[in-house]
């Protein structure tokens, strides 16, 4: 019983991420339709936003996780004792 | 007529506050409720002009002037204390309501000040509510962060003091207008107004004290003091380019914190940081386009950080916790709460259709339009960042993530109903721009839904959100453990008692020692030396004496032989008269030498 439920709920979510999926595709193939000033040199590029907030949000996880957290974390206990 | 029905907004919040403290019980709340309710609709009915000017001490202030651009912060500073009060009504002591209102009539006095002294006055009000509203909670941690608070935001106040005065003593004007970084008076009144701002390196207070408040106290503490600060920023320091960097700085760097840090409500008081750097940058830039983002930024940021805070609140009131390690599944059992925040998420990553993309929207434009590429970058990926935190981190840790660690309720009917009117406004403000921008300080449209602008944001967060799909994929995130963050606080916490302990050792060292030489030596050596004095100075002299010149020291048998006869008084003849000779040799010599 446990099992079949477990399955439904991994089935909905596969769903859930083949929309996502196909939704970031349309997201990309829409921009073909659409036409921009260009502020920046990066403005006229396709894909560059997407592109932008993929390697944004790793690269900060990246950072965050081995740099920083290395650095500053200390116990919880740190400024009681 | 006009002027003597236009009462400072100040003097309604605290008179209202005044009022609290005759009520308890429901006419508690209601008199709570009532003085920003009327003081919005005093502020809506009030024209623009100069009222209220006192004579104080051969000085002539004005409490109250209303422009547009004081006239829409005291709009949303309102309506912040009005959901504000609302979200406290589980709480029965008066002071609460009391130190709440004077804290949002603190600001509204900083916002309507026309000139510098009656802005000083407001500002250290602020300071001293603000301390009273930390400390509430009645926790050792909420006293001691209470007491830093006060203490870093007195130095602050002090700084802006001595700015005031070096300025005035310069022959500056003491109206509140624009300002130039060209003299030491105004340079202290910027660095006054960046630490209520929490610039960095002068941040730290805020996410330090913020959250060890009550879940009330933080939403009221969430709006006024870093808010009347970018208030006052834009009225006096518009266009000054160092903003633009400490701006830019301001939005970034607090996104890495936030990222690793477990306490939630610790995340928002880095997010809270975080968005004000636009306003800062925005303010740097100085156009009218800036300065209409910048204050659009402050009405919707007050109004999506207090229903973030609120969400936290309302986890917090039922939990007893806000870490992120300890929560996750609530979304079965508030699913009222999850709604609101899943609104103040979208606000605050500044998805079409809500507050924050409006606003952001009109400060990125401003930034395209004074040709700043790398601030865009900056601001850019501060936004993906704050999707991560704000906009996937906090309801993913909350209420999905992880399979419920506790049973609980629902949050309270009153708290449902704040997080509900501003989650409303989020949304009214995202699909109803015009709304702010009739009341905006510089009359302007702006075609914000343009479709090649919404499917870029849309690209942007999406693929952020793709990114964070695969950070966990990966298994590099979650990444938050139960621990302290270094800040720039270890330099007051750790560094100052590390200070305490070495002025410690060294003052009470010396201490210790001078009363061992002093109270204990030299008493004993004193005791002994008068014990024969004249045997000793013989003594000694002849010890001098011996190795000057090479001879062997006295030995035991002849020292006692001089204290013995110093002692009985009875010397050889010879050597009196070895004294006399001396004597005798001493005067010719000063006698010729004269």
């Known amino acids: 019983m446990r099992q079949e439920k477990r399955s439904h709920l991994s089935g909905d979510r596969r769903l859930m991420l083949w929309g996502y999926g196909l939704w970031l595709i349309s997201l990309l193939l829409l921009e073909f339709r659409m036409h921009s000033h260009a502020f920046f040199p990066w403005d006229g590029w396709r894909g560059f936003s997407a592109a932008f907030g993929l390697v944004t949000v790793v690269s900060l996880a990246l950072i965050a996780r081995f740099l920083l957290r290395p650095l500053v974390m200390r116990d919880e206990e740190y400024y009681d004792r | ?594």
């Not at chain 2, 004081?70 to 979200?87: E, H, K, N, P």
């Not at chain 2, 250290?124 to 209470?146: H, P």
């Not at chain 2, 979208?346 to 259709?353: C, D, E, G, N, R």
């Open chain 2, 1 to 594: 007529m006009i002027a003597s029905i236009v009462l400072p907004p100040a003097l309604i919040l605290v008179a209202g506050a005044l009022l609290t403290t005759l009520f308890q019980g429901r006419a508690l709340r209601i008199a709570a409720l009532a003085a920003p309710l009327v003081g919005l609709l005093l502020l809506w009915a009030a024209p623009e002009g100069n009222f209220g000017q006192v004579s104080f001490l051969g000085l002539n202030l004005l409490t109250t002037r209303i422009d547009a651009l004081s006239r829409i912060f005291g709009y949303v500073f309102y309506l912040a204390c009005l959901l504000g009060v609302l979200f406290s009504f589980h709480h029965k002591e008066r002071s609460h309501y009391a130190v709440g209102l004077l804290y949002a009539g603190a600001a509204q006095g900083v916002t309507f000040a026309g000139d510098l002294i009656t802005l000083f006055v407001f500002w250290e009000t602020l300071t001293l509510a603000a301390t009273f509203l930390i400390a509430a909670r009645r926790t050792r941690r909420s006293r001691e962060a209470a007491v830093r608070y006060m203490l870093v935001h007195v130095a602050g106040g002090l700084c802006l003091l001595s700015g005031i005065l070096l300025h005035r003593s310069a022959g500056g004007d003491l109206a509140l207008g624009p300002l130039q970084l060209d003299a030491p008076g105004a340079v202290l009144i910027f660095l006054g107004f960046g630490l209520n701002c929490a610039w960095p390196l002068l941040h730290a207070w805020l996410v330090d004290a913020y959250p060890e408040s009550t879940v009330a106290g933080a939403v009221f503490l969430s709006v006024f003091t870093t808010k009347s600060a970018v208030y006052v920023l834009a009225r006096c320091f518009a266009g000054i380019e160092e903003l633009v960097w400490i701006g830019a700085l301001m939005a970034a760097f607090p996104v890495l914190y936030a990222l690793i840090e477990n306490d939630l409500r610790r995340v928002l008081c880095y997010s809270l940081i975080s968005q004000v750097g636009y306003m800062v940058v925005a303010i740097g830039i100085g156009s009218d386009m800036a300065i209409n983002g910048a204050v659009c930024h402050a009405f919707a940021h007050i109004l999506y950080k207090s229903l973030l805070f609120m969400v936290l609140g309302a986890v917090v009131f039922r939990t007893g916790t806000s870490n992120a390690s300890q929560l996750g599944g609530l979304y079965r059992s508030m699913p009222g709460t999850v709604i609101c925040c899943l609104v103040g998420s979208a606000s605050i990553s500044a998805f079409p259709l809500f507050s924050g993309f409006v606003t952001k929207s009109i400060i990125m434009d401003a930034v395209t339009h004074s040709h700043r590429p790398l601030v865009w970058l900056v601001l850019t990926a501060a936004s993906v960042g704050t999707f991560f935190y704000a906009g996937v981190k906090i309801p993913y840790r909350i209420f999905f993530g992880a399979e419920a660690k506790v049973q609980i309720r629902e949050a309270p009917p009153h708290m449902l109903l704040a997080m509900a009117a501003t989650a409303f406004l989020c949304v009214l403000l995202g699909l109803r721009p015009q709304l702010l921008f009739g009341i905006m300080p510089y009359p302007a449209v702006y075609e914000l839904y343009t479709p090649a602008h919404v499917l870029s944001k849309l690209q942007l967060l999406c693929f952020a959100g793709l990114g964070f799909w695969l950070l966990c994929r990966w298994r590099i995130y979650p990444f938050e453990k139960a621990a302290t963050n270094l800040d720039v606080d270890w330099f007051y916490r750790r560094g100052g008692l590390m200070l305490y302990r070495g002025v410690d050792r060294l003052f009470n060292g010396l201490n210790a020692h001078c009363e061992r030489f002093f109270i204990t030596r030299m008493t004993a050596l004193s005791a002994r030396f008068f014990e024969e004095p004249g045997g000793n100075v013989q003594i000694g002299c002849l010890r001098i004496l011996n190795r000057l010149m090479g001879f062997q020291d006295l030995s035991p048998g002849t020292k006692q032989r001089i204290r013995q006869r110093s002692r009985l008084g009875t010397y050889p003849v010879g050597v009196g008269v070895l004294l006399a000779v001396i004597f005798l040799a001493a005067t010719s010599l000063l006698y010729f030498i004269a």
